[in-house]
């Protein structure tokens, strides 16, 4: 498995997509890649419930989503 570029991208309720970051390296660990934002990978910014958060991996059209409860 070969890392890449990731970036999120978020969508609030009513609203439309926005980059969350800009394109971050991702690296290798063992058989996945990780990449993280924030401080520890437990800061960063508030949204409100129903918000739409994707990472999207540079030159690949699939995106990993999750809509915040």
Same mark, same amino acid.
């Given at each position: 498995? %070969?890392? /890449?570029? *990731? %970036?999120?991208?978020? #969508?609030?309720?009513? /609203?439309?997509?926005?980059? /969350? !970051? !800009?394109?971050?390296? *991702? /690296?290798?660990?063992? +058989?996945?890649?990780?990449?993280?934002?924030?401080?520890?990978?437990?800061?960063?910014?508030?949204?409100? %419930?129903? +918000? %739409?958060?994707?990472?999207?991996? #540079?030159?690949? !059209? +699939? #995106? *990993?989503?999750?809509?915040? #409860?």
């Amino acid at each position: 498995m %070969r890392s /890449g570029s *990731a %970036r999120w991208l978020v #969508k609030k309720p009513g /609203g439309t997509w926005k980059a /969350g !970051s !800009s394109w971050k390296r *991702a /690296g290798r660990v063992d +058989t996945f890649v990780e990449t993280y934002w924030g401080r520890d990978g437990h800061t960063g910014p508030v949204y409100p %419930r129903g +918000t %739409r958060i994707c990472v999207q991996f #540079k030159d690949l !059209s +699939t #995106k *990993a989503c999750v809509t915040l #409860k």
